[in-house]
Structure formats: structure tokens, C-alpha cells
Nanobody
């Protein structure tokens, strides 16, 4: 089991940028896939981005491709989500998540993840 703590959320205007961070503890960090999800009011939690254990494999939801970048720092045991060109539809609570097993195919469904952070609010106003 891994403990995950997100930070970096806030309020920005349309077109602005934010960087979310997720600090991991409780187990070795380098061998596991990490993902970001988000949940807007009244909507289901949706996949945003995922990064594999090495950091060399990533995948993004179509809605954020080209605007968001996921990365990881093994030394700091952190995963970041750089968000540029933010839109009002990006407003949501953003969650960091990790599966407990090793994965070959990058997981994109919430049920494939076992451990979740508490979430951080991102609000984009026009």
C-alpha cells in the first residue's frame, strides 16, 4: 500500500497554468505506474494521464493531450502534472492514484487503481 498526498491546486483564469504534485510514501516508488484522475461536480471520476514505472511511457486522455504533461521524480518520490492552457472544463478535484501490482499495459480505468490521494481542487474561471 502507498500513501499519496496531492498539492498544487488552486484557482486560475482561462488559459492559465498550474502544476500539481503527488508525494508518495509507504513502499518503493520506482517500480509502479502512477496516474492522475479528476472528478467534476455531478460527474464520474475520469482518467487524465498515466506514467509507467520508468517514466518513459505516458498516456493522456484526448481532452488534455497537448496541454498536460505527466512526469515523475524517483529521487523525490513524486509525480507531477503540468497543466497548461487551462479551460473552464478542466475544473475538478484532481486525484493521484497507484495500482498495487505491477502493470504492463498502462491502466486507464479507475477500478485498476488501488490507492488514492485525498484530491486537490482546480478551478478555472473564464
Amino acid at each position: 500500500q502507498v500513501q499519496l498526498v496531492e498539492s498544487g491546486g488552486g484557482s486560475v483564469q482561462d488559459g492559465g497554468s498550474l502544476t500539481l504534485s503527488c508525494a508518495a510514501s509507504g513502499r518503493p516508488f520506482s517500480g509502479y505506474t502512477m496516474g492522475w484522475f479528476r472528478q467534476a461536480p455531478g460527474k464520474e471520476r475520469e482518467f487524465v494521464a498515466v506514467i509507467n514505472w520508468s517514466g518513459l511511457g505516458t498516456y493522456y486522455a484526448d481532452s488534455v493531450k497537448g496541454r498536460f504533461t505527466i512526469s515523475r521524480d524517483h529521487a523525490k518520490k513524486m509525480v507531477e502534472l503540468q497543466m497548461n492552457s487551462l479551460k473552464s472544463e478542466d475544473t475538478a478535484v484532481y486525484y493521484c492514484a497507484a495500482p498495487r501490482g505491477h502493470t504492463i499495459v498502462l491502466p486507464k480505468m479507475a477500478y485498476e487503481y488501488d490507492d488514492w490521494g485525498q484530491g486537490t481542487q482546480v478551478t478555472v474561471s473564464s
